[in-house]
């Protein structure tokens, strides 16, 4: 005990003499701080100003250089005014120098307070950009040179920052910048992680004194690496140097003849103004170029045909034209839909994606007519609803339109679909939009929805609206409808409802209520509803003692095999996926010998749960996730999703789903339950359910108004019989925006960055169905068709020189469901997933201007390369292997 004692005595001595000599090179510093400043008083000190900006390694640059002449006019004590004169300027790029002309001779000045600069004084007649640059020369002059060594916050060209100073020498200090206000100025962007954007940013500002105190040098060094979330490998790097060089002392100046250094500043003011130390942005750096929205489209006919949906070219066509309508107005909108008719399908999709009132003003104008609305003019409506439930920052006033409209009365039972669009839509858009709790919109919407829930009327209606919102004050109305719904359809609505809600939503009381449903603890659920209770109860990640409950209920009485077989594949899935989950199932399974062992774990329904990976670096890394669950041999309730991943965010970008119901009476039972006894599932419905069948359909996470393919066996038969689905038919043909973001970025030497992304996918989704009631078998094929694009442009520079990055991805994905059913004699159902070759091409362009000067230069820069992903099909099952090998044997 003495020994250690005596060691950490010895520890703390050794830790104290170390600090010593940094401890007396701040007392140094300090002392020096007390007697001079980086410009002594009275005297004029000459300059070489030097302002380099550069695009990633190749070194697509600029380089803005001016004589320097600071002259100390006015001081006392620890305050100071300096004026500053630029002369001699020049802009430099790829060894081009132009000589500027108009930069104005007049000269700035900065207010120091005890050796800080505070505030600049600049003619009323500089623009933004020059003004910037003031700003920047004046904070490069904010030197604390009796700081402690902590993180501090300082205030400069970059808003408020976390500072920290290191000492190097008597003359030498280092200053690091981080987390600065102005490096991340967002217009707009995705709430998604994985269909946003990542930002790293950091500045180091290196000073050199001389044994005086006199600044001899100050050089700053910065980086702003901006890229793709879901592709770190797609982005720019933008490097920004900032040095101020002492070149030579001059005579000394004669001072302004003011008590006060208020006074002094009041003196400038007939021609100048107080302008604060933090920058804005120069908004000339994102100024689009002088055309119209109409001419626009007019260049792009080819491109925005019907024929392109499902192509890149069409996406890649969509995100050019969304900025250039962003800043539209009403008028001009209408008269391109009235003059370009044969491409409202293609523009209805743009006016969504625009998020603008205009816009939105623009559509229900030209597409809406009350009672006289045609029924194509409501589906082009309904279009425009559907584009527009994936926006990020819709204005506010298309909430309140919205939910103003939903209180008229229906003119035509013809618009109940277009009520449905308009209810989905606003819940969206009010989840996107992130309002406050205390929101008096969010609070009427939310109560309208409740009361439409607790109705009889359209029940399924509001749930899905719910599941749209996606409010935790609805939590409880919706697992009181999920548990005490009679109607099964109600009570899956519910849960699919609480599945789309973030698991951390949830509580121990709520886990309880979820395991009453899956467990069937108080009365019998639909199969859907405890297969959707399973997934969320997995979802709030189950303890050991949870999951071997789970792994108990495996070997229980229960007849209903296929959800077993939904719970086994669920649980192997997520083991694939989670090294954790995969240790505590492995350790719960051999604890379980009446559980491990064939008889319970072997394959005995046709119900799939898997996921598998799309693609990967470096394209993007996206999967699918297929569940497809079977009742009595027949498809009950499938879906297919596509993730799109960035680190461990993930993303839904579309989903597809199929429901049906009442069919097995149509196709026969022989195969259910094969080769057990007769006795009746625990969750087989009490009373004959109506033959049903539909298509729900979800684009990034917003839940679209369901597809009604029949209802009833007469408009069943009326397929069968009449082969109108054995024709390829259209189920959602659309161009919706993912990727919407858009930034401002201010760097130390006055110059704005602006960089915005935008993402589009244009989706061809077509499927048929042949059925044979002679042969007793169905064939079902679903292709889809998606073209992806994402174009990212940034635009850095000041009134002298830009420079210009546009990165461009196009991909074409492509993926098809093939399902074989025959039910001849024993039920067999094959299901086939297949994805052909995939190329994802990459365009880099960087351009540098030289602007405004005696002879403007431009110079462009062209890469591209391609990444081509072998075609896959994809293993689903050793039990799908053994049907399809069945099946086509017998073909």
């Known amino acids: 005990m003495q020994r250690s004692r005596q060691m950490k005595i010895k520890n703390q001595r050794r830790n104290s003499f170390s600090a010593l000599p940094t401890l007396l090179l701040l007392l140094l510093l300090s002392l020096v701080n007390c007697f001079a400043s980086l410009i002594p008083t009275g005297s004029q000190q000459l300059y070489q100003l030097s302002s380099e900006v550069s695009l990633e390694v190749e070194q697509v640059s600029y380089t803005f250089e001016s004589q320097l002449r600071i002259r100390s006019v006015w001081s006392d004590a620890e305050d100071q005014l300096l004026e500053i004169k630029l002369s001699e300027s020049h802009v430099k ?111 180091q500002v290196n000073y050199e004194l001389s044994a005086e105190g006199v600044l001899l040098k100050a050089e700053s060094l910065e980086t702003h690496r901006l890229t793709l979330a879901a592709k770190p490998d797609a982005g720019s790097l933008v490097r920004g140097k900032l040095l101020l060089q002492h070149v030579a002392e001059v005579e000394q100046v004669e001072q302004l003849q003011q008590e006060t250094l208020s006074a002094a500043i009041e003196s400038l003011l007939e021609w100048y103004r107080v302008f604060e130390l933090e920058a804005d942005v120069d908004g000339s750096i994102s100024k689009l170029k002088e055309q119209t929205l109409q001419s626009q489209v007019e260049g792009n006919l080819e491109q925005l045909q019907g024929k392109q949906v499902g192509k890149s070219s069409l996406a890649t066509t969509f995100v050019q034209l969304v900025p250039l309508a962003r800043i539209t107005k009403q008028p001009e909108f209408e008269s391109l839909l009235a003059s370009q008719s044969q491409l409202a399908a293609q523009l209805a999709d743009l006016l969504g994606a625009v998020q ?31 584009s527009l439930a994936v926006a990020t920052h819709p204005e506010r006033r298309i909430l309140e339109h919205l939910y103003d409209f939903l209180q008229q009365k229906l003119p035509h039972k013809s618009h109940v679909k277009l009520w449905d669009s308009v209810l989905q839509t606003l819940a969206t858009l009010t989840r996107q939009s992130g309002l406050d709790v205390n929101d008096q919109l969010l609070q009427q919407i939310r109560n309208y929805l409740l009361e439409g829930l607790a109705s009889t009327h359209n029940t399924l209606l509001y749930t899905r609206a719910l599941q749209n919102l996606r409010d935790p004050v609805t939590i409880d109305a919706l697992l009181q409808q999920a548990l005490q719904a009679k109607q099964p359809k109600h009570s899956v609505a519910a849960l699919q409802a609480l599945k ?73 899935m997520l083991a694939e996926i989670c090294p954790r989950f995969r240790a505590m199932f492995q350790t719960a399974l051999r604890q379980r010998d009446h559980v491990n062992n064939y008889n319970v774990l072997a ?146 030497s006055g110059a704005t960055l602006h960089w915005r992304v935008l993402g589009a996918r244009s989706v061809d989704l077509n499927g048929k169905v042949n059925f044979s009631l002679w042969n007793r078998n169905a064939q079902t094929e679903i292709q889809q068709n998606t073209g992806t694009a994402v174009v990212a442009h940034l635009a850095v520079g000041f009134t002298y020189a830009k420079l210009e990055q546009r990165i461009e991805l196009r991909h074409e994905p492509k993926l098809s469901l093939q399902a074989d059913l025959d039910f001849y004699s024993d039920m067999k159902l094959c299901m086939q997933l297949e994805r052909p070759e995939q190329l994802l091409t990459q365009s880099n362009t960087r351009s540098v201007y030289l602007q405004s000067v005696e002879k403007p230069y431009a110079k462009h820069f062209l890469s591209t390369q391609t990444q081509k992903s072998a075609g896959r099909t994809f293993v689903l099952n050793q039990k799908n292997n053994e049907m399809c090998n069945m099946i086509l044997a017998n073909s």
């Not at 500027?100 to 004084?121: E, H, N, T």
């Not at 816009?359 to 609803?385: I, Q």
């Not at 539909?694 to 369901?706: F, K």
């Open 93 to 203: 790029a790829q060894q081009r120098v132009r000589t500027i002309l108009s930069l104005p001779d007049r000269p700035f000045y900065v207010a120091l307070v005890k050796g800080q600069p505070k505030q600049v004084i600049a003619h009323t007649s500089r623009d933004q950009s020059l003004l910037n640059l003031e700003r920047g020369i004046a904070s490069l002059l904010q030197l604390r040179r009796d700081s402690s060594g902590q993180a501090e916050t300082e205030l400069d060209i970059s808003g408020h920052c976390r500072v920290e100073y290191k000492v190097k020498s008597s003359t030498r200090l280092e200053k690091t910048k981080r987390d600065c206000a102005l490096w991340d100025l967002r217009v707009s962007y995705h709430p998604e992680q994985a269909l946003g954007v990542a930002q790293h940013s950091e500045q």
């Open 356 to 386: 603008t009132f205009e816009a939105h003003n623009a559509s229900f104008s030209h597409f809406y007519k009350g009672a006289g609305t045609t029924a194509e003019s409501l589906e082009l409506l309904e279009k425009y609803l559907q």
């Open 603 to 748: 394959q005995r329904g046709l119900t799939t749960v898997l996921t598998r990976q799309l693609s990967s670096s470096p394209a993007f890394n996206e999967t699918l996730l297929s569940t497809q669950e079977v009742y009595q041999g027949i498809l009950k309730r499938g879906s297919v999703e596509f993730l799109l991943h960035a680190g461990r965010a993930e993303a839904s970008s579309f989903k597809l789903g199929i429901y049906t119901a009442g069919l097995s009476s149509f196709v026969g039972d022989s195969a259910a339950d094969e080769g057990s006894d007769q006795i009746p599932p625990d969750d087989e419905p009490e009373h004959e359910e109506t033959m049903t069948a539909g298509m729900e359909i979800s684009v990034q996470g917003a839940q679209l108004r369901p597809l009604i393919f029949f209802s009833g066996q007469t408009e069943l038969m009326g397929h069968v019989w009449g082969g109108s689905a054995s024709d390829t038919t259209p189920a959602y043909q659309a161009t919706t925006l993912a990727q919407d973001h858009e930034q401002y970025i201010v760097l130390a």
């Open 500 to 572: 789309s809600f973030p698991a951390s939503s949830y509580a121990e009381p709520h886990r309880l209520q979820f395991a009453s449903i899956f467990y069937q603890r108080q009365r019998r659920y639909d199969s859907s509803a405890r297969t959707l209770a399973l997934d969320i109860l997995l979802a709030m990640r189950p303890s050991a003692e949870q999951l071997g409950e789970l792994l108990d209920y495996l070997a229980s009485t229960d007849r209903q095999f296929e959800i077993k077989t939904y719970v086994l594949q669920k649980l192997r």
